[in-house]
């Protein structure tokens, strides 16, 4: 252990007095007032400019240096300039999630006395990929380097890429089996892993000889290093301009503006008060091969979240109420749970001015210990966060969304999130040798609807704000399988007056290899893990995956008989039933011996929930939403809408019988339904009685366990005592 | 500062305003006045005329008028205090059934009934479909949104209500 005692900090020390003077004042690092920004505005604003011009031009240069399709075509990578304490000044686009992970991890390393041992030196390069340090998951490995200026520590440049293979139990990035730290893959703990602007060779090494994919890492590596290098000699230059001492004020003046402008915009955008809403995940996972007996193999989440909104503009949220942490890769830390909030701001509200951690400052997230937001066991898995994350993410986006409707600014609504499922794969590659890999095409599945328009299709995810599938060709170039067809998944996005996002599905043929692992994650189980707004359905969640092994396809094909090109919308069959061979069916994560070729697999990507009344859907936008394949007929007849066949043979709307069918179901609706009091009585003896299925039992059980205020409110509402009906009268 | 018409509002908020024109709005510094200028567009839009104070949904707000501030549907109908949950007040549509749930999801997966239900808040003197909530059963109802209804009014917009 280093003594303390006896060793100079100057780093840590002003860590700490930064957040003394941000305690007292209120204000970042105690800037009151904005001198800089009052006495030259247009300078203010034109260096801020250089310094994002900065970070998006690294960014670009060090995505030609990837091997990784993630990277190269996605654009699964973003830049940021710290502060000497870690503190964002200004990023690139990409994947914002990482800017305040990045930033937990350098004021790891001050606070663990990184001043000392290993040293902070010019020309140092420090990587981690370990969550509870600093990052989401695994395969979010980022890079930082210190600014040194006239011999001082001035700031640090940082760049995350996410890795298409991170060396796990099972192949790709997102480690979906691992349920405890030491099988998610090769970890890298705040490692001072390069010098003198050079990666250490024994690093590289040890990487080339943990990874199923080296390639992929090590050359993001030199891209990260590479970017960094590229933006601290811009700030560098910048600095010789403007002198130390003012870079020094003005950057912490940025970062207060920062936090004024997020304050300023709640204040402009939204209504005070508190918001609530809840979503849901269901992991499953009884019988599949490589689950090992830690926990609970199936299991309901609760997710609940409360929006307090300040009249000073302060954002809170608390997820108090929801579940533990457990053997499974989709717990978060709380670095993870501040990228999630630190993204999502980006999209709805940091749209202008200067967006950088202050707006993170503005915002307060309560993350009670021992929930899967904040284990209270660092040996917990976090290999597939983003399986909770995005869902709990998605409430606050409809939270926010409900804050802007009641202000006004429709166009800003947006029911949001979308958990899209993501394959990993590994084994024998098409060339024969070994590989490893994460499809990315997830990067641009179905958004939610806005409150003024119908969702994006195929074109949104939450942590990437510039959702790109990436090229056909490139992923063909990547992986033992071919595509032999991508289609628009019909009625994938919510039912509403404005409809979700559809995705997409992909087929493939295995192709060349005689040895692949296909892994799925991150995709709910019996459970919406999204919602609708104001009246509008959640999007079905894609939980079955379909393959054949050993099919006749090429035997047909030489025929010329029918191929499959996708899974069809026949709910209880598969379009890739016409193929001969052994049909399979499994539901949830998708773990089952290897595949070769001749196999066939398809995935479905995730659409987004709706807004609105459905009986309010635009009967033509609806022909043409059948005329096109977004929705089936059958899936017209949900929002009312009669169609008929036009002269031209196309779908088009009856008007006159869509309103009286309307009329009817107004009808319908108001005879079916009960008094929300009658509903209630009923319910509450089957509460009593404890009626349920034994995961929602456990469910109730440990959220009541965890939190007193989930069981009081749970009983209050129901007029029970919930600890005793789930607990056994534990108190 | 960036205004925009009433007649420009109420297409937005309508959805019927050009998307070219909705894209400038999106990314022009937002109108200062928006708020005022909306609930004119949505009391227009109503038949009855207590005082709309806050939109809280597609077709549900919170009034002032003889029945003092209530969360009131477009039709009219009083779900009552603003501050207790008007779902508590509204009927419910609860899909606990393969076959309920098939109804709207006709060609996709399903969730376990056993696990989640949907259950769907509704007028119920117009049948306007309010609010959907997807939930484990058992589950609270949750009341989404209590608006600061008095800071908002005094230090937001700067136009204190008078005492309810």
Known sequence: MLDKSRTVFPLRDRLLESERLMEQTGCYDGVTELCLRREDPLKFETLHTKLRAACVSAREMARRISASPGVREVGEMVVAIYTPEGDAIALSNGIMVHVHTMSRFIKWMIRNGYEEAPGIADGDIFANNDAFIGTVQVPDVMDVMPIFHSGRLVGWVGAVCHELEAGGITPGGDVCLAQERFTEGLFVCAEKVGHNDELRRDYVIRCERNLRMPIYWVLDEKAKVASCIDMRESVKALIDEIGVDYWEKLSKEFIEEGRRAQLARTRQLTVPGIYRGHTFYGHVTEGKPGFQPLGPADWLYNIPLEMEIGTDGKITLDFEGTQPWGYHSMNCTPAGMDGGMFVTLTQHMNFEGLVNDGAWMATELKLPEGTWTNPDNEQAATATSWALLLPAYGVFQRMLSRSFVARGFVEEAFVGQVNSPMIEMGGESQYGTQFGMAHFECAAAGSGALAIKDGLDTAYVGWNPESDMGNIEIWEQSMPMLYIGRAIVPNSGGAGKYRGGCSFASTWLLNRTEHLRLVTSEHSSRVFDNGGMCGGYPAPTCQKHRAVRGSDIHERAAAGLPLAHAPGTDPLHSDLEVLGGEQILVEGPYITAPHKAGDVFTHSYNGGGGYGDVLERDPAKTAWDVENGFLTPQAAAIFGIVLRDGLDGRPEPDLEATERRRAEMRAERIARAVPVSEWMARERLRIEKADFAPEVRNMFASAMRLSQKFSDEFSRFWGVDGKAIFLGGSK | ?164
């Open chain 2, 1 to 164: 500062m960036t205004t925009y018409s009433k007649e420009v509002i109420a297409d937005l908020v309508a959805g019927r305003l050009p998307w070219p024109h909705t894209r400038r709005i999106m990314s022009a510094y937002k109108d200062d006045d928006r708020f005022f200028k909306y609930v004119e567009v949505l009391q227009d839009r109503v038949a009855w005329d207590h005082r709309i104070l806050l939109p809280v949904g597609d077709h549900l707000f919170i009034t002032d008028g003889a029945d003092g501030r209530v969360t009131r549907c477009e039709c009219g109908h009083s779900f009552g205090d603003y501050r207790s949950n008007w779902k508590l007040s509204a009927s419910i549509i609860v899909r606990d059934s393969e076959e309920a749930l098939r109804e709207i999801y006709p060609n996709s997966d399903l969730p376990d009934p056993a696990w989640m239900e949907i259950r769907e808040f509704i007028c119920p003197e117009c049948g306007t479909m309010h609010e959907v909530e997807a939930a484990a059963p058992g589950y609270p109802v949750v009341h989404d949104f209590e608006p600061d209804l008095e800071g908002f009014y005094r230090d937001w917009l700067d136009r204190p209500l008078e005492q309810a």
